[in-house]
């Protein structure tokens, strides 16, 4: 038997198609790879979303430690974040009544969204735990000359608006007599019942959208309330 003279073009063609075998390998290990992560990131923002949720359920029936809890797990320092710290501000703030960690979390907020749609409210409770926390850590009552004249300051604004507020209800209360006492109340401020869990401070953020008005709503129902600390459930309060 006779055997071919030239055999090399028949081992060139093989090698020839390891190339391209190679280069097909790549391209499918690179596709299960994105799958991968695609899959990933849908599994991470179902379990965000769940935590989420089950901390906001838990905060709405007054376990506030667990919905702590709940918040903490979903944290991470991507954007979103910055949400999980105000709602974790807010807890610590107005029901739990630690500045020291309601103002770690105001800060991480700036720190992740420094423009965003809770920017001014975080930065006016930053100024207030500031000093609860400062008294908080120390013992005492004893702040800066320069904080003691900002809150004599706000103090006198607060005691003339509710002295303007009160000439106004007085003024009303002559013109359409005795009898109509109770309708003159009503116009010149809602009554809100306390719930439990609430303070000054959260009451004020309700109806004002701000901290900064506890102080009014304290001056208005002053004879009813015995402990500003303290609320008492199912008291109602009158908001100025």
Same mark, same amino acid.
């Given at each position: 038997?006779?055997?071919?003279?030239?055999?090399?073009?028949?081992?060139?063609?093989?090698?020839?198609?390891?190339?391209?075998?190679?280069?097909?390998?790549?391209?499918?290990?690179?596709?299960?790879?994105?799958?991968?992560?695609?899959?990933?990131?849908?599994?991470?923002?179902?379990?965000?979303?769940?935590?989420?949720?089950?901390?906001?359920?838990?905060?709405?029936? *007054?376990?506030?430690?667990?919905?702590?809890?709940?918040?903490?797990?979903?944290?991470?320092?991507?954007?979103?974040?910055?949400?999980?710290?105000?709602?974790?501000?807010?807890?610590?703030?107005?029901?739990?009544?630690?500045?020291?960690?309601?103002?770690?979390?105001?800060?991480?907020?700036?720190?992740?969204?420094?423009?965003?749609?809770?920017?001014?409210?975080?930065?006016?409770?930053?100024?207030?735990?500031?000093?609860?926390?400062?008294?908080?850590?120390? *013992?005492?009552?004893?702040?800066?000359?320069?904080?003691?004249?900002?809150?004599?300051?706000?103090?006198?604004?607060?005691?003339?608006?509710?002295?303007?507020?009160?000439?106004?209800?007085?003024?009303?209360?002559?013109?359409?007599?005795?009898?109509?006492?109770?309708?003159?109340?009503?116009?010149? *401020?809602?009554?809100?019942?306390?719930?439990?869990?609430?303070?000054?401070?959260?009451?004020?953020?309700?109806?004002?959208?701000?901290?900064?008005?506890?102080?009014?709503?304290?001056?208005?129902?002053?004879?009813?309330?015995?402990?500003?600390?303290?609320?008492?459930?199912?008291?109602?309060?009158?908001?100025?």
């Amino acid at each position: 038997m006779r055997c071919p003279d030239n055999p090399q073009p028949l081992r060139s063609r093989s090698f020839s198609l390891w190339p391209a075998t190679a280069n097909l390998s790549c391209l499918c290990l690179s596709l299960l790879f994105v799958c991968g992560l695609a899959g990933c990131d849908r599994v991470g923002n179902s379990r965000y979303a769940q935590l989420i949720q089950d901390a906001d359920n838990k905060s709405a029936q *007054g376990d506030f430690e667990r919905a702590v809890n709940l918040y903490e797990a979903a944290l991470d320092d991507s954007p979103r974040g910055a949400e999980v710290h105000y709602k974790l501000a807010l807890l610590y703030d107005d029901k739990l009544n630690d500045p020291v960690s309601a103002l770690h979390h105001f800060k991480r907020y700036l720190a992740l969204s420094p423009n965003g749609p809770h920017a001014k409210d975080v930065k006016d409770s930053i100024k207030r735990d500031e000093i609860a926390a400062l008294t908080a850590l120390s *013992g005492d009552s004893v702040i800066t000359r320069a904080e003691a004249a900002r809150l004599r300051n706000e103090n006198l604004t607060l005691h003339k608006e509710i002295e303007e507020r009160a000439a106004s209800r007085t003024a009303l209360q002559k013109l359409e007599g005795n009898d109509s006492r109770k309708a003159g109340l009503k116009k010149a *401020g809602q009554t809100y019942v306390v719930r439990s869990g609430d303070t000054l401070v959260s009451i004020s953020r309700k109806f004002y959208k701000s901290p900064k008005r506890w102080k009014a709503i304290l001056e208005a129902n002053k004879k009813s309330i015995r402990d500003p600390k303290d609320l008492t459930v199912g008291q109602a309060l009158v908001i100025p």
